[in-house]
């Protein structure tokens, strides 16, 4: 992989200290549909989590419930151990939850450093500060080794798809996000941009960054996830260590919520359900 | 935890733009943000026409023809006391086009605006009145563009609160401007406007020894702002337009100011001498360089920009998208109070002869045909400048020939025809032109 992997949670003897984030039982439904059901997730820093499971499993929905965008109606949300509420994309903006959606949430007519600044731009009295922030757009881009972009003063309409990625992951890099969570990064990139994201996804993590990331690639999951969480119709089915998975033991939970391949005992609540 | 907000490393100065795939003439990028020198900015320009990013040098190309057109048919046309002439009946064009332009960004549109411009001027005339406590002009205008301004602000509400379409809410608006029209000046009713001011802010003349100061000062301070902006941004290695373009673009503000000021001081006049600037333009300028900076250097402008580009993209961004829209209805209706200001003070009166309808239409097609996009999130305040100068040049010119206003529309019909055309072609060129 690109460079050494940090783990903090292995560091400390095996036991787990507070992970950053942590789902409790969380449940949703819309009108008769159950789309969770008693759901369980960890999100260490500093690690990637892929997030698998079926199309209609609930990977959405959850993200949505950690964004902000859906409010679970029971359940515990903690935060670094502390319960906390997140009722709208801006409590969990305020939290330093970024979510890179499918469709990126980029504004095609405005350029890359109108982008990565939506919403908070910087100002001196009441003009925009265009000179700093194009010049921390251009050291973040430049951190994360994000140079195949000819200039960052092109509109986001004139880029490439893993261009584009790379953007919205700059973005959550430039705002010291905590938590980055993406839906499908690789879905519709070729294998050289593929590559390229995944790599960006590794240095993320490396920097300290909790990375939740839905995936149904295996090759991706496995390319880069530290950890596997794995849901079959709102239920939690596995979680844990990547190293205890294969590809024949994911897609057996993705597809039949079982899997009587893997021996490891991996979450509890999972466990008492099924 | 120990890594979180590590700091970003410094950046290493490596060259921003690779020029060997711009040389390949993938461009659908702005050739100032690509050149490092003059040439290049002239091939890069080039590669980006092709593209179908076009920018301003298609009206202004436009322009020219039809003036070459007019003149060839009618020797009048070029000169200065009808092109003084076609400056002012424009700029009524002009300034409703520059209210439009706030509702287009959006990908929304205004039709009310003609109709709220003539409430504004008839607010502003009546006030001018005894019987109303014959007002000072400048609160009369206050006074009037206070109430364009809320005009705009209760439409706007009603159609993000109500999230009506905007077409339809400014419909209404329309119908209910020129039935109120009607209600206050009678079938058929004229008011008279009686004040100096006012009526010079259309008929009034700069002596052209003030036309030229206030052509150095305007031109002094566009070069100045645009040389110190340029090289701060070449000092501190931001992307930054080439040197030569700078200096061409200082060097052609100076020779459009003189050339205005020529034309507007020649003797025009037929028995007594008729010379000088008129202040109407002085008003386009001011009002022109006002929205320009607003939507090009402010948070509101972003945001403007951001939700006709990707509304749901702002939203996520934590804009409030309801309170920029109704800000951008609000600001439609304070320009288009203006216009109407300056369409009353033209006519020195106000009459039920105001067709809002069909200025609004033409303002509409002067935004459009000056580049501003019908599907929002392109387009500036310069771009309603310039349609606006197309629609007043076709209007003039075939006025000039006696065609009829038959013949107008149909030929204004086929400009605006051709210009979203243009517009629509040029997207999907962009479109051709994003890689996958």
Partial sequence: MVSTRVDPLEASDGKHPV??????????????VQALTDVALEVPAGQVTALAGDNGAGKSVLI?????????????????????????????????????????????????????????????SVLLDEESMELAARDTLASLSVTTVRSIRQPVASLSGGQRQAVAIAKSVLWNSRLVIMDE????????????????VRRLADRGVAVLIISHNMNDV????????????????????????????????????????????????????? | MAQVQEPPKPAPTEPPDDLASLAAGRAAVSPEIVADTFGEYVRASFARLRAGESGVLPVIVGLLLISVIFQSLNSKFLTAGNLVNLLVQGAVFIMLAMAEVFALLLGEIDLSAGYVGGIGGIVVAELL???????????ACIAGLTLCALIGALQGTIITRLKLPSFVVTLAGLLIGQGVMLLILGN??????????????????????????????????????TWFRDARRRRSGLVAPP???????????????????????????????????????????????????????????????????????????????????????????FTAGIAGIIYASRLRSVSTNLDGGTLVLYSVAAAVIGGASLF?????????????????????????????????????????????????????????????
């Fill in chain 2, 188 to 225: 058929g009713g004229t008011l008279p406007i009686n004040n100096g001011v006012i009526n010079d802010l259309a008929n009034g003349l700069l002596t052209p020894a003030a036309g030229w100061v206030v052509m150095a000062a305007v031109v002094g301070l566009f070069g100045a702002l």
């Fill in chain 2, 129 to 139: 009145t005894s019987q109303h406590g014959s007002w000072p002009w400048w609160g």
């Fill in chain 1, 185 to 200: 990064p690789t879905a519709a990139l070729g294998v050289s941009q593929t590559e390229m994201v995944l790599e960006l």
């Fill in chain 1, 19 to 32: 992970s950053l984030l942590e789902l409790r039982g969380i449940d949703k439904h819309f009108g008769p």
């Fill in chain 2, 376 to 436: 929002g999130g392109r387009g500036r305040p310069i771009h309603a400048v310039l349609g606006g100068l197309v629609i007043a040049a076709i209007d003039n010119g075939m006025g000039l020939q006696g065609f009829s206003a038959a013949a107008k529309y149909v030929v204004t019909g086929i400009v605006l025809l051709a210009a979203v055309t243009i517009d629509s072609v040029a997207r999907s060129g962009r479109r051709a032109n994003t890689p996958p």
């Fill in chain 1, 222 to 274: 496995f390319q880069v996830a530290d950890r596997l969480a794995i849901l079959h119709l709102g239920r939690m089915v596995a979680a844990g260590p990547a190293s205890t998975f294969d590809r024949q033991i994911v897609v057996d939970y993705m597809t039949t919520g079982q899997s009587t391949r893997h021996s490891q005992a991996i979450f509890p609540s999972a466990e008492g359900q099924s």
């Fill in chain 1, 64 to 124: 949505k419930c950690i964004g902000g965008i859906h409010v679970a109606e029971a359940g515990q949300i903690l935060w670094e151990g502390h319960p906390i509420h997140i009722r709208s994309p801006r409590d969990s903006a305020a939290l330093g939850i970024e979510t890179v959606y499918q469709d990126l949430a980029l504004c095609d007519n405005l350029d890359i450093v109108q982008n990565m600044f939506l919403g908070r731009e910087r100002t001196r």
């Fill in chain 2, 243 to 333: 040197v030569g373009l700078t200096v061409l673009k200082i060097v052609a503000a100076g020779v459009a100011g003189s050339v205005l000021v020529i034309i507007c001081n020649v003797d025009r006049g037929v028995l007594v001498p008729i010379q000088g600037v008129p202040w109407v333009v002085l008003i386009v300028l001011a009002v022109l360089a006002m929205w320009t900076l607003l939507l090009g250097r402010t948070k509101f402008g972003r945001y403007v920009y951001a939700i006709g580009g990707n509304a749901e993209a702002t939203r996520r961004a934590g804009v409030n998208l309801a309170a920029i829209r109704t800000v951008s209805f609000m600001l439609c209706s």
